[in-house]
């Protein structure tokens, strides 16, 4: 094998010949080498011997060329190498390669291509990067579980517990190889799966999803969430860990090669938005509640203060005029004569730019015919997390039946309080009416909105929220950017299924080592790339000098 010292400008004959020992399965053994300590100038080259006594790492085709940057790393002979065990054992993990040593990647494990005495692996496995050569290529839907995959179940379907993209989905954990995946059951107290959190209950808004995924915290000064937490807010992406090579990195940016998008079904793609909401379904004896007289009583206005105190409506100075006397209860996370739901609101994306959806009388999760059609009382609580953007005004409507009510990190912003229908009423967001509520450019804020069905007809909630959603990312390889990632088997950027190429779907096309004979090209295929056996490394015997 020929080894030749190349510039940096060269580099992309490296690329090319990378892919070409990714399909060929090379299986290198490697050392960290540089032109000053082997004595190899750039531009010059070294002849590998092509003894077929060496172990099956060192057999390649006497054709083959690898090219080496200074400094990157070259094929080594181990037979030469200085074995002397206790000096190896004490230096190695240091992440230099120290003598008699064949690797030092750093650390001490021996699934990574690189052993705890730092002797190198030989897998059979396809060639990575040049970077990589020492490390196998996750391949999602094998059956083998190699990070960054959190699952590989040996297939690429959703909603089985591990994604096509070999992530473990909301409501499972998965185990084993190939995964076995089994559901887990939120409010049960006990974290498990993609988990960041179980507080005994399943209600939202109280730091802990329905899903138990942890929510963003906010304070007066906006709010923020942590990277690894599953919530998408002021950051490029967020999966639900800190692994890099997934699509998004351990500081939550998206990776090289990779499209992030939020999970379904909440995608911006999916034209739908699941907005979580709390009922509170009151009894008919509740003082607030069923009392035709207070129709059309007072102005509506002041009936709570314009700042909630811990994220709930307190009482305003117009409260008694509009027959309230116990506001608390409304919303209140416990009160003992109340039936609490956990449900969602479907918003759908328009042109414009805006999730926009209405209570769905038919989806509320009690029952809202009553004897005579008489709708029972009820409260609805909705809290969501929004990135404000100066440079664009944002028009958002909202409109119910009864009491409803819209704060902006923590600050009234539109009053609608009262019995009877409201129409829609338009709320504007832009640079100036931002500061009023404490955000700038770059801010995330809570918006919560408080409606209240306090009368007997049909209840009715109008809700509008801006195109942003913060439910966990789901990244997936962008096939043809010529960039392999998780879940593809090549990508050269060309992508027209050629031998020894890759196919439109990034997967191996036909080339030798394959275990198919493809007569146009090749004589024999026995699935390896070695020479000594039936069928030499480069598929074809005449050209090798072997008898049929």
């Known amino acids: 094998m020929n080894i030749v010292f190349t510039p940096p400008w060269r580099q992309s004959v490296l690329v090319f010949l990378a892919l070409n020992c990714f399909y060929a399965g090379c299986g290198w053994e490697s050392k960290s080498v540089s032109p000053e300590q082997s004595n190899i100038n750039t531009g010059d080259t070294v002849s590998r011997s092509s ?66 005495l730092c002797r190198l692996i030989d897998w059979s496995d396809p060639c990575g990067p040049p970077d990589y050569w020492c490390r196998r290529n996750a391949l999602c839907g094998d059956g083998n579980t190699l990070l960054p995959e959190m699952c590989d179940d040996g297939n690429l379907e959703n909603s089985d517990g591990c994604s096509s993209t070999c992530q473990v989905e909301i409501g499972f954990d998965c185990e084993g190889d190939p995964s076995v995946c089994h559901t887990t059951l ?22 802990c999803s329905a899903n138990c995924l942890k929510e963003p915290v906010c304070t007066a000064d906006g709010c923020h969430s942590e990277c690894g937490d599953g919530s998408v807010l002021l950051e490029e992406c967020d999966d639900g860990n800190l692994i890099d090579g997934d699509g998004c990195s351990a500081q939550c940016r998206r990776e ?43 102005q509506g206005e002041a009936i ?88 664009a005004v944002l028009h958002l409507l909202f409109g119910g039946s009864d009491d409803t009510w819209v704060f902006i990190n923590g600050q009234l912003a539109l009053d609608a309080g009262g019995i009877g229908d409201h129409p829609n009423r338009e709320l504007m967001l832009d640079e100036n009416t931002a500061a009023s509520y404490g955000i700038h450019h770059g801010d995330a804020y809570r918006i919560s909105i408080f409606h209240a069905h306090r009368s007997t007809d049909t209840p009715r ?15 997936h390889g962008e096939c043809g950017d010529g960039i392999v990632t998780l879940g593809e088997e090549c990508d050269d950027g060309v992508n027209d299924s050629r031998y020894g190429g890759c196919t439109r779907e990034c997967k191996l096309a036909d080339y030798c080592g394959d275990g198919q004979v493809q007569e146009a090209v090749e004589d024999c295929d026995d699935g390896n790339k070695k020479d000594g056996d039936d069928c030499p490394a480069n598929c074809q015997k005449t050209r090798s000098g072997i008898d049929e």
């Not at 049960?188 to 730091?207: Q, S």
């Open 461 to 475: 909630l109008f809700v509008t929220m801006g195109n942003h959603s913060i439910e966990r990312s789901r990244c």
């Open 304 to 391: 709570i203060a314009s700042t909630l105190t811990d994220w709930k409506p307190a009482p305003g100075v117009m409260a008694h005029d509009n027959c309230v006397t116990s506001l608390w209860d409304w919303f209140s996370p416990s009160h003992p004569d109340v039936d609490t739901f956990a449900a969602t609101i479907s918003l759908a994306l328009e042109e414009a730019g805006r999730y926009m959806g209405r209570l769905d009388v038919d989806l509320l999760p009690f029952d809202v015919s009553g004897d005579d059609s008489v709708h029972p009382f009820f409260t609805s609580e909705i809290h969501y997390w929004q990135e404000f953007d100066a440079t």
């Open 256 to 298: 090289a090669g990779f499209v992030c998008t939020p999970d379904v079904p909440n995608a911006p793609g999916s034209l739908t938005l699941s907005l979580p909401v709390i009922y509170r379904v009151f009894p008919d004896a509740h003082p607030d509640f069923g009392l035709v007289a207070c129709n059309g009583a007072g």
């Open 186 to 207: 939120c409010g049960d107290g006990i974290v498990e799966g993609i988990e960041g959190c179980d507080d005994v209950n399943t209600l939202p808004f109280d730091g």
């Open 51 to 116: 003894d077929s006594s060496k172990t099956d790492s060192a057999n390649t085709s006497a054709t083959d060329i690898l090219v080496i940057l200074p400094g990157d790393t070259a094929p080594f002979n181990a037979d030469t190498a200085d074995n002397d065990s206790n000096k190896a054992a004490s230096l190695c993990g240091n992440g230099i390669l120290d003598e008699g040593e064949e690797c030092d990647d750093g650390n001490l494990q021996s699934d990574d291509g690189c052993d705890a």
